[in-house]
């Protein structure tokens, strides 16, 4: 879904809602996550205030993703607040130049291109940025199971024994 930014009235805020099951531009969006979205609900707010857009609000979802040590799915909740600060990466705001200490505006601060914001995008990036790192199904995950980890050595050995064998011609 996009909102059109010259659309937004000052003042005005936009207030959209929605959930995964239905909403076919947020299944599309999600489609490329490395976790299986199972649910998802939001809700946002856009309002336009002078040279930029200020959008609050949050989620909260559940999903499978995979386990970085074994490779077996597991279950996952997800929840975020957002409050964001989107200006054009036109120049509409270019700031004074000038050398400044960094606040918490400016650490919230992102760009949209055009005339339009990707809500999709925006949510699929907080979703990314709210799973963890490095997800492990249990802390002491022992990884792959040693039969499964012995069949894929020897497909790797088999691999390798035959570039050993190749001969290049000069």
Not at 139 to 154: I, Q, Y
């Amino acid at each position: 879904m996009y909102v059109t930014v010259s659309n937004l009235k000052q003042g005005q805020p936009l207030e959209v809602t929605g959930n995964f099951n239905n909403l076919e531009w947020l299944r599309k969006s999600f489609a490329s996550l490395d976790v299986k979205v199972k649910s998802f609900e939001f809700e946002l707010s856009l309002e336009k205030k002078g040279d930029f857009v200020e959008i609050e609000g949050g989620f909260k979802g559940d999903g499978d993703i995979f386990c970085v040590r074994c490779l077996e799915p597991f279950y996952v909740n997800f929840s975020n607040k957002i409050r964001l600060f989107l200006y054009n990466e036109d120049g509409t705001y270019a700031g004074d130049g000038g050398e400044h200490e960094l606040g918490e505006k400016d650490l919230e601060q992102r760009l949209f291109r055009g005339d339009r914001i990707d809500v999709g995008e925006l949510l699929r990036e907080q979703i990314i940025l709210c799973l963890p790192d490095y997800p492990l199904c249990k802390p002491d995950c022992k990884g792959v199971d040693a039969s499964v980890k012995n069949d894929l050595d020897e497909e790797g050995k088999k691999a390798f024994y035959n570039l050993k064998n190749l001969k290049l011609k000069k």
